[in-house]
């Protein structure tokens, strides 16, 4: 993806509720791949999904889901049964075609509240 | 644990310096990705190693180099250092082929003062 955008730069949600986190791309290409990384306040960078743009079916990765509009170019991520520990920086990423780098949102800072 | 090791974990220098961070990527991965994440940037993709060849450049100063070895650990030289170059520093691998999920190291934080 040549750009992404993640327009929530904070959010909560109740321990045991649902919450999802919005993220657009822009991009030329038709082979693609997105990924949702999370970011505890130990800074390390934690895979969460990926989705493969050519698949119509939405990843889902035990209580982590996610929505791929590809018309729409969205990429939203959908956390259900929320715990503490999901609290953390969620940052929205994508590739590109013949491009193996990671192009990055600014991220959403997410806060789970018991 | 990701498999991906940096180090150090935190480096303080002073204005001018040099320092080289360090990132030996998982086993059998072959590519390696230098990423730096600031405040004001985020996070932003800097260069690409495969099997030892740069592969592609991203918005990396010329102050800045780096390296893939033989035994496939990576170096990423920052020289003449600034204040602005404080940042946390990421190594991340992955297998080879476009879209293989990137592992990413825990980061080596610099600060210069």
């Known amino acids: 993806a040549q750009t992404v955008t993640q327009s929530q730069p904070e959010m909560s949600v109740q321990e045991a509720e649902t919450v999802t986190l919005s993220c657009t791309y822009d991009?030329?290409?038709?082979?693609?791949?997105l990924f949702w990384y999370k970011q505890p306040p130990s800074r390390q960078m934690i895979l969460v999904i990926r989705q493969e743009a050519y698949k119509q079916q939405n990843a889902t990765e035990n209580r982590f889901s996610v929505n791929f509009q590809k018309a729409a170019k969205s990429f939203s991520l959908k956390i259900s049964d929320s715990q503490l520990g999901d609290t953390a920086m969620y940052f929205c990423?994508?590739?590109?075609?013949?491009?193996?780098?990671?192009?990055f949102g600014k991220g959403t800072k997410l806060s789970v509240i018991p | 644990d990701s498999g991906v090791t940096q180090t150090p974990k935190h480096l303080i220098t002073a204005t001018g310096q040099r320092v080289t961070l360090r990132c030996s990527p998982r086993?059998?991965?072959?590519?390696v990705y230098w990423y730096q994440q600031s405040l004001d940037q985020g996070l932003q993709f800097l260069i690409h190693?495969?099997?030892?060849?740069?592969?592609a450049k991203g918005n990396i100063l010329e102050r800045f180099s780096a390296q893939q070895f033989p035994d496939l650990h990576s170096e990423l030289n920052l020289s003449s250092l600034e204040l602005g170059d404080s940042a946390l520093y990421f190594c991340?691998?992955?297998?080879?082929?476009?879209?293989?999920?990137?592992?990413f190291g825990p980061g080596t934080r610099l600060t210069v003062l």
């Open positions: 990423a994508g590739t590109g075609a013949g491009s193996y780098q990671l192009t």
């Open positions: 991340a691998s992955s297998v080879a082929q476009l879209g293989d999920t990137q592992y």
């Open positions: 190693y495969y099997n030892g060849e740069e592969r």
């Open positions: 086993s059998g991965d072959l590519s």
């Open positions: 991009t030329s290409e038709n082979n693609y791949y």
